[in-house]
Structures are given as structure tokens and as C-alpha cells.
């Protein structure tokens, strides 16, 4: 299992696909770091986030919608003007791992000790005993709560990164057959070439592969 997954485009660390996420969320309990890493996870590959805008949301940043939560992600590597792009994260067809659900979930627990909490980073660090520190996650505390995730799954740590989450959306995208221009709106990606490596390795496997039809 550890040998199949996909390696990222952008820098040869492993992509956690859907099927990963899935079973992620099913070893997740609901105790405070359970909450917050849920929340983070899902909302990290649903939004193809890097490391620095995921961790740079603020509660501000985010509008609730009968449709799910637009984001308005302020800064982005690409972004050389800074002007911001607004990135939509649907409702999920599954309650587990709805994105939406597990970020309503996590800052009503934030809530819950913070009462009033609506402005400030949506990702806080833990104590040692799941107590919420008024600090921001860091770049590296993202990528620890997707390698503590794998570890748990069974899977192999070193093969993942912060970045796995947004290399695993743009692939798994492409294996469902979503169009290049909607994994590009959603990654913020402006080259096709990158885009183009995730959608490739993404229909390596597809029904029409030559392999499955060759009657083996």
C-alpha cells in the first residue's frame, strides 16, 4: 500500500488521495486535536491549499453559505499583487468528510472556550493536553498533523508532506475527470504544465486505460 501512491509534481513527497483522506478521518476521534486536525485536513486538499495559505486563514476569511464556505485567501505565492482570490469548499457528500461540517465542528469548539471568537486564525496551536494556545499553526505544524495522520493510517510517514494535501486534490480531481480550467480555478495554479503533471499522473489508471481493455 505504502509503494502506490502518487508521487507530488512539485516536490517527490507522495499525494494523499481521497481514499487516504477516508480513512484518515475514520482513526480521527472528536477530542480537540481530532477536531482541529479534521477540520485542517479536509479544508487543506478540498481548497488545493499550500502550507502558508492554509495556515494563514483567518475566521474573517471565511463567508458560510447554503452552498458551503467562500474563502477569500488574501495572500498566495503566485499573488504578486496581492490582490487575493476568493476559493469555494462545497459541502461534501459524505458527513465524515465534509469539509464544511469539520470546519463548523472545530471552531465551535474554539468557541466553546473562546467565547466570541470571530476574528484571528482559524488553525491555533494545542498544548501537550489539547488545550487551545492563542498561536497560529505554523508552515511545519501542518506538515507534522499530515505525517501523524499517515503514521496512524498505516501508511509511511516520510512519503507525505503539507503539500500532499494540495498535490492530492489536484490528482484525485483529474482521476474523477474534472477539467484542467476547474482544477486550475481551485488551485490557483497559472501554468498548465504543473497542472498538467498532477492530471496525467491522475489518468494513469482511468477506465479507458489501454492496459484494462487489453483483455488481461
Known amino acids: 500500500m505504502q509503494g502506490s ?10 499525494a494523499l488521495m481521497t481514499e487516504d483522506l477516508r480513512r484518515l478521518m475514520s482513526l480521527l476521534d472528536d477530542s480537540p486535536v481530532g477536531l482541529r486536525d479534521r477540520a485542517l485536513l479536509l479544508i487543506g486538499f478540498a481548497g488545493a491549499f499550500r502550507r502558508s495559505e492554509l495556515v494563514g486563514l483567518d475566521v474573517e476569511n471565511l463567508e458560510f453559505t447554503p452552498r458551503g464556505i467562500r474563502i477569500e ?13 476568493p476559493v469555494g469548499i ?3 457528500a459524505v458527513a465524515d468528510t465534509c ?5 463548523e465542528q472545530w471552531l465551535a469548539h474554539v468557541r466553546s472556550v473562546l467565547p466570541g471568537y470571530d476574528r484571528g486564525p482559524v488553525f ?12 497560529r499553526l505554523s ?9 501523524r495522520s499517515a503514521e496512524r493510517a498505516g501508511l509511511d510517514p516520510a512519503l507525505f508532506a503539507g503539500h500532499s494535501l494540495r498535490a492530492g486534490l489536484a490528482t484525485s480531481a483529474a482521476a474523477g475527470g474534472v477539467s484542467e480550467r476547474a482544477i486550475m480555478n481551485q488551485t490557483g495554479h497559472r501554468s498548465l504544465t504543473m497542472v498538467r503533471r498532477y492530471i496525467r499522473d491522475g489518468e494513469l489508471f482511468r477506465d479507458d486505460n489501454a492496459a484494462r481493455g487489453a483483455g488481461l
Open 5 to 14: 501512491h502518487t508521487p507530488c509534481a512539485a516536490r517527490g513527497k507522495a
Open 73 to 85: 485567501l488574501r495572500r498566495s505565492k503566485t499573488d504578486q499583487e496581492a490582490q487575493g482570490r
Open 90 to 92: 462545497p459541502y461534501g
Open 99 to 103: 469539509p464544511v461540517l469539520a470546519v
Open 124 to 135: 491555533l496551536r494545542l498544548d501537550a493536553g489539547g488545550r487551545i494556545r492563542l498561536a
Open 139 to 147: 508552515d511545519r505544524g501542518v506538515a507534522r498533523v499530515v505525517q
